[in-house]
């Protein structure tokens, strides 16, 4: 059983700074690359930030220098720092596992991270 469990959005003043987690089973954290998405209302979800089991990071263009993704492999979670957010990166954000099979079959509840004044 695969479990993404996200957490730490919230309401925050554009400018400001929000910590993500997200807590996976072991078997998923352990083996693959873990990735931070997110979904606007009516837009598709987008992968914003990746980070590999070895710790090497990737970022879209729109968070790049602002948004920084890292892992607790002891404690199989992965955290995104955001800082200096803006209204458009208000969106519910999800974490999986960037091209694994997973993105099909398991998807967690998410957080909605909204900013606005």
């Known amino acids: 059983q695969v479990q993404l469990v996200e957490s730490g959005g919230g309401l925050v003043q554009p400018g400001g700074s929000l910590r993500l987690s997200c807590a996976a089973s072991r078997n998923i954290f352990s083996i693959y690359s873990m990735g931070w998405y997110r979904q606007a209302p009516g837009q598709q979800r987008e992968l914003v930030a990746a980070i590999t089991t070895g710790g090497s990071t990737n970022y879209a263009d729109s968070v790049k220098g602002r948004f920084t993704t890292s892992r607790d492999n002891a404690k199989n979670t992965v955290y995104l720092q955001m800082n200096s957010l803006k209204p458009e990166d208000t969106a519910v954000y999800y974490c999986?596992?960037?091209?694994?099979?997973?993105?099909?079959?398991?998807w967690g509840q998410g957080t909605q991270v909204t900013v606005s004044s």
């Open positions: 999986n596992a960037p091209g694994s099979s997973y993105e099909y079959t398991n």
